[in-house]
Structures are given as structure tokens and as C-alpha cells.
């Protein structure tokens, strides 16, 4: 096969040469055939193929490692060469600063551009070359520009820096004065893709991609957005880091600062995750300092946002069991014994609120009472205040007074509800709209307003009002003492037996509405003592029905002589189909779900612990800044001192601590011999060269006559 040997290392869009593109393919005969080529020497094997972060030269050597005594010499020109471009590249290969410092200047295009063979810029070249920063450097500093893109591939020069795991000359365009950093690549990945996806090589490329980063979420664009900025797979920077098992970055993005949609974003990624990365991801939020696993000055410091960001619904829903890591456990209990003030104080306050909302009410009924018995005359019968010190019965002082006193309590802890929802309300935006118990908090403030403030001017209407707040109103402090892990398995038993009965009473309402029209239809005629109407319309017929339903059929009141035979064949028809099949189905389903709540108990107390530590979260981010400044809001803690963890937890926390060392010090292991073997090579090289020149000296040397 013949190849077009003047354009062979022309890039196409994607990135890949011809001998990439045979790569890509895994195509080792042709690979083969153009490395045996006479041409071969001219092949460019030096550069980073589509998305790749490994030269071609390198992936040759990993994928067919037989092939390498074919592999041609890096491609390097002379610098002896008189044409200026070319003699930059030159120094700039040769790693010769100085002649490059000094021709550089004298050249009118700073940053010239090569074809055949290397298809890029002076910058772009230098700037994926190793140890090459102070030649980026001078590059700029002569006015080459950091928002260049590829001509070829369109691919910006940041992406490119990135891919070729420079992350000190990424650093150092990241620092330049007008840098883009909205740039996006021919597939629509931004700079942030890249840096999602790159390898960390080197131990220390960890914190040198911490630090670009850091760079990068100072320029002041979005990065709520660009957490979720889809490319044209449809790939965000996010789920490009979870792919790729990049666990140093997920944390990163997940430990800052995010808005709710970034937040959804992120879970919806980590829902689809194995449960074992997620359970990795844990290890990797919090760090610790070097003293020994079981010394008294360790400490334990916690990734804050990075936990808070992960508990999520969802995410507790399809990985149950990382609610039992050791991290999430550990922080847990910190956090409870910081923010359990918080909580106690809020129940505290609405118990208050509660109890003086249900003296008020049944101090009013009382007076409505007595009003109705003829003690006092009045017009209506709202707690209203005048100057007789006459109100809803009341004909002394002390009654009055009473009233008084309840009212205006009532309307101060009124008030500071108020308070505490609108603030939440301005602080948390969507998350508090999408929280159903503070829907109940808003129509508990609208009922309690409405009823006690003297808007309504009726007796009747304000007897409905204060039921309807009654029973908001406890059942709010269910709800609210339900987020307590010792009573979450009670109140999600209430919560998933009614949802059951509800979600299947909207199949068979059709059957218990045709059974109420046929009883009204039957019955109609039925009176039971002087006046009373069991069906006397569609509506209370269709409530008598679904009190049959539960069981109570008074069926010795129905007058079944009425129309005999029609009757009877329609109760038992009735007794069957509701009160046999489908009350003991509803009764079988809410059975077997309280068996599954049973069951699933310890989960369903560690997802309301985890719940709860959320809600105190942002209960507590909600409060005015001077509150929050007498809260301890640190995360960090000593393990072997404060005792606040179990000792299973304690081990484990031990032992993750210990591996996570083990690792890093592997790593710097390795580091360490690859250094050695790199200088010992580079001494072997020396010595060749050394040997080499002494005898090209001793050649030279002429003995003088």
C-alpha cells in the first residue's frame, strides 16, 4: 500500500495521522508496513493522537512493545539551520535556551507556524513538549497568543496543554492576563473536559491539577454551568471524571460551592454509578495529618460540601449500604453533636407555638360556649378587644385578660414563624419550593392568620379554620419529630402505608363511587330516629359508603324491604368486593410494607439521619451571620480523643486511613525508581558520549615531529 509520504503527518479533524489512525484501528499490519517503510524516518510520532493523553510513539511501545527497535528517532532539526523558524524549533528541541532567547527577538512572527511534519505552531509545540515551561514563557512574554487554536484540528491551546499532562505550563496560561477559558474544541468539550479526563502520572500532578483548578473557578465564569456543559456526546466535565475513575477530581467538583440544578446533575451521575466507586469517592473526603493511626494528636479533617453535596435521595435509594461507610457515619455523628442544639431549639419553638396555637382555639371554643348559653351578649365571636372588656362571653376581667394575653403571643411566635420561613424562603430558593413539609408550614401560617387575625367574621367559618389548623398543625410536629432516627421508622411506616392505600384507592374509587350512587338510589327513603338521612344525597351517601368500607354497615337500619331482592343482591355484592377483597388487600399491601420498612430499618434510620444532618445543614446556613458565629461549624475532629463515633467506625476510619497511605506511599516508590532508572540512563548516555568524544580526540590528535 502507498501512502501520500508529503502529507503523511497531516492531521485530520479528529487529530490522528495516518499511522494514528492505523492505531486507533488496531491495525498492527499496517503499523508495521509503514515503520518498515524506507520513509520511515520522516514519521512524527511525537504528538497525542484525538483525545488520547500518550504520544503515539508511546502507545507503540505499550501496545507493541516487538516493534520497537523500528520505531524512527524523534524527529529534531539543526541548529545550524539559517532559516530563523526553523532554527527556534531547533533550540526549542535541543532544549537551548539561550539561542532561542536570542533569535527569537529578531524575528517578526513570534510564534511561526510549521507544516509537514509537525502541523502546529512554536507554542502550540512547546507548550506539549516536557520541561519546556521557560521557553512558554519568553513565547508569550514576545506577544504569542494563549487563545490560539490548532488550524487543523481546532483544537485551543489550554485543551491541548492539558492533554499532554503539562500542568505547569497549563498553570501558567491559566495566570496569563486575557486567557479564554470558554474556549471550546471542534467536539464542543471545554477546557474543564480535559481536565476532567486527563491522567494524574506523577504523584505530584494531583496537587498541580488542585491548583489549575483553583485557577480556573477564580476567572469568573460559571462553574455551576460549566459542571454540567454538555459537549456533543452529550459528556459533561463531570461525568467525563466519573467515567474515567478520576477520583481526585469528582471530589474536587463535588467539595464547591453548587447550585441546585449542578447538584441534581451531579447525583443523577453518581445514582448511575457502581456502588463501590461511590463508596471510594467517600474515602477521598476527608484527609488527615501524618501522625500515627492510633496517636492522640491525630486529626480527621472532612471534605464538607463534598458530603453534603452526595445525600441525596436518590443516591441513598440505589446505594443503601454506603450510608454504613465509616466517613459518612463519622461525619454524621460530628455534625449531629454540632447542629443538635439547632434542631432541639426549632422543635423547641414550634412546640411553644403549638401549644399556645391550641390554647387560643380551645379558649375560643370555650367562650363560644358560653356565648351560645346566654352568659353575655355580643355581635360576633372573634377574641375582638374594646373598651367594655365584653368578648365572646367574657363579662370579667380576669377572662379578658386571658384572651388578651393569648392573642398577642400567639401573633409574636406568629410572627417569628413567619420570619424563619421567609428567611429560609430568601436563603435556599428552590430547595425550600421543593420541600413538601414547608408547604405545610406556609398553609399552617395562611390558616393561623386567617383565623385568629379577624378577617373572618363568623363564628362557622372560623370552627372550620381551627380545625384545619389543629390538625396541620400536630401533624407538622409528626413530621418534625420524624426526622429523629429513633421515630423515623414510625413515621415512615405512616408515610408509606398511606401512600399505598392512596395510590391504590385511585383504581378502585370508581368501584366505591358506583356502590354510592346504587345505595342512594336504594336507601334514600331511610330514616333513622326523627329527621336523620343515611343517603339523603350523593354525597353523604358516598361518605356512608367508604365508613362501610372500613366495616361499619349498620346494616340493621337499611330498609332492604324497599326493593327486596335488589337490596339484599347489592350489600353482598358490596360485602364482597369492598369489604372482603379490597379492604384485605389494602390491609395485605400495608402489611407487607410495613414488613419492608421493618426489615429495611436500619437503613431507614441512617437515610433519616442523613436527611436530618441535611436539613440541619441548611437550617443552619439560613440563620443571620451573627447566629452562625457561635455555632461550630468546624469538620475537623480527633478520632482517638473525641469519642463520637463507634468503635467499628473508628477501626474502619483506621484502616481507610491506612490505605490510603500505603498508596501514596507506593506511588512515591515508584516515582523514586523511575527516577533512578531515568538518571541512570541519562549517565549511561553521558559516559557513551563521553567515550565517543575521547575518541574522536584521540583521531585528531596528531603527534607533533
Excluded at 32 to 40: D, F, V, Y
Excluded at 220 to 246: E, L, Q
Excluded at 259 to 285: Q, R
Amino acid at each position: 500500500m502507498e501512502w501520500q509520504w508529503t502529507t503523511l503527518n497531516q492531521p485530520d479533524a479528529q487529530g490522528y495521522t495516518e499511522i494514528g489512525r492505523a492505531l486507533k484501528h488496531l491495525d498492527k499490519t499496517r503499523v508495521e508496513s509503514m515503520l518498515q517503510h524506507p520513509l520511515a524516518k520522516r514519521l512524527h510520532l511525537d504528538y497525542y493522537p484525538g483525545v488520547s493523553d500518550l504520544t503515539v510513539r508511546e502507545i507503540l511501545m505499550q501496545k507493541y512493545p516487538d516493534l520497537q527497535p523500528h520505531l524512527p528517532a524523534p524527529l529534531i532539526q539543526d541548529l545550524d539551520s539559517p532559516v530563523g523558524d526553523i532554527k527556534l524549533l531547533a533550540a526549542l528541541q535541543h532544549d537551548a535556551y539561550n539561542i532561542f532567547e536570542e533569535n527569537i527577538r529578531d524575528l517578526p512572527n513570534h510564534n511561526p507556524s510549521y507544516d509537514e511534519p509537525y502541523y502546529s505552531s512554536l507554542l502550540e509545540i512547546a507548550c506539549q513538549m516536557k520541561n519546556r515551561k521557560q521557553f512558554v514563557e519568553i513565547l508569550l512574554d514576545n506577544g504569542a497568543g494563549p487563545n490560539i487554536k490548532n488550524r487543523f484540528t481546532g483544537m485551543p491551546l489550554l485543551h491541548a496543554t492539558a492533554r499532554s499532562g503539562n500542568f505547569e505550563v497549563l498553570k501558567l496560561l491559566l495566570k496569563k492576563k486575557g486567557i479564554d477559558v470558554s474556549l471550546k474544541d471542534n467536539k464542543g468539550r471545554t477546557i474543564l473536559h480535559w481536565w476532567a479526563r486527563v491522567s494524574e502520572k506523577n504523584p505530584d500532578d494531583k496537587e498541580k491539577l488542585e491548583n489549575c483548578f483553583e485557577l480556573l473557578h477564580g476567572k469568573g465564569f460559571d462553574i455551576n454551568r460549566c459542571f454540567k456543559n454538555k459537549d456533543f456526546s452529550r459528556s459533561t466535565p463531570f461525568s467525563t471524571a466519573v467515567d474515567c475513575g478520576n477520583i481526585g477530581r469528582v471530589v474536587l467538583m463535588l467539595d464547591t460551592d453548587i447550585d441546585y440544578s449542578t447538584w441534581a446533575h451531579m447525583n443523577n451521575i453518581l445514582v448511575s454509578a457502581k456502588e463501590s466507586f461511590v463508596k471510594t469517592i467517600l474515602d477521598y473526603c476527608f484527609e488527615s495529618n501524618g501522625e500515627h493511626v492510633k496517636s492522640e494528636d491525630l486529626k480527621v479533617t472532612f471534605k464538607f460540601d463534598a458530603i453534603i453535596n452526595m445525600i441525596d435521595y436518590d443516591l441513598l435509594l440505589h446505594h443503601k449500604d454506603i450510608l454504613k461507610h465509616p466517613v459518612l457515619s463519622a461525619f454524621f455523628n460530628l455534625m449531629w453533636n454540632k447542629l443538635k442544639y439547632i434542631f432541639f431549639f426549632n422543635v423547641a419553638f414550634y412546640v411553644v407555638f403549638l401549644a399556645f396555637l391550641t390554647a387560643y382555639i380551645l379558649f375560643s371554643e370555650f367562650c363560644n360556649i358560653q356565648m351560645s348559653s346566654g352568659t353575655a351578649n355580643i355581635t360576633n365571636g372573634l377574641l375582638s378587644f374594646n373598651n367594655n372588656k365584653v368578648t365572646c362571653g367574657m363579662s370579667d376581667d380576669w377572662q379578658y385578660s386571658i384572651s388578651r394575653c393569648l392573642w398577642y403571643i400567639l401573633m409574636v411566635l406568629w410572627g417569628l414563624l413567619c420570619f424563619r420561613e421567609v428567611y429560609q424562603l430568601y436563603e435556599d430558593h428552590m430547595d425550600y419550593i421543593k420541600t413538601k413539609e414547608n408547604w405545610l408550614e406556609l398553609l399552617l401560617i395562611i390558616i393561623t392568620f386567617t383565623s385568629c387575625s379577624g378577617i373572618v367574621d363568623s363564628i362557622e367559618a372560623n370552627k372550620h379554620l381551627f380545625v384545619f389548623a389543629i390538625l396541620l398543625g400536630w401533624f407538622e410536629l409528626v413530621l418534625l419529630l420524624g426526622q429523629l432516627p429513633l421515630l423515623s421508622v414510625q413515621t415512615e411506616m405512616l408515610k408509606k402505608v398511606s401512600l399505598t392505600f392512596l395510590r391504590f384507592m385511585a383504581g378502585y374509587i370508581v368501584l366505591i363511587l358506583a356502590f354510592a350512587i346504587s345505595f342512594y338510589i336504594l336507601f334514600k327513603e331511610n330514616e333513622v330516629g326523627d329527621e336523620v338521612v343515611l343517603f339523603a344525597n350523593p354525597f353523604i351517601s358516598l361518605v356512608k359508603t367508604i365508613v362501610m368500607f372500613a366495616g361499619e354497615f349498620d346494616a340493621s337500619d337499611l330498609p332492604f324491604d324497599t326493593l327486596p331482592g335488589t337490596s339484599h343482591l347489592i350489600f353482598m355484592l358490596f360485602v364482597f368486593f369492598v369489604s372482603i377483597v379490597l379492604l384485605n388487600l389494602l390491609n395485605g399491601l400495608a402489611v407487607g410494607d410495613t414488613r419492608k420498612v421493618r426489615d429495611d430499618a436500619e437503613i431507614v434510620s441512617l437515610v433519616a439521619r442523613a436527611n436530618l444532618i441535611y436539613y440541619l445543614f441548611f437550617l443552619c446556613s439560613a440563620l443571620p451571620s451573627f447566629i452562625k458565629r457561635y455555632i461550630n461549624m468546624s469538620t475537623d475532629f480527633s478520632p482517638n480523643t473525641q469519642h463520637i463515633i463507634e468503635f467499628n467506625d473508628l477501626r474502619s476510619l483506621r484502616r481507610i486511613i491506612t490505605e490510603k497511605r500505603e498508596r501514596n506511599k507506593k506511588q512515591e516508590e515508584t516515582e523514586h525508581v523511575e527516577n533512578t532508572n531515568l538518571f541512570a540512563e541519562i549517565q549511561m548516555q553521558s559516559k557513551k558520549r563521553q567515550q565517543m568524544f575521547e575518541k574522536i580526540i584521540t583521531h585528531l590528535n596528531i603527534p607533533e615531529t
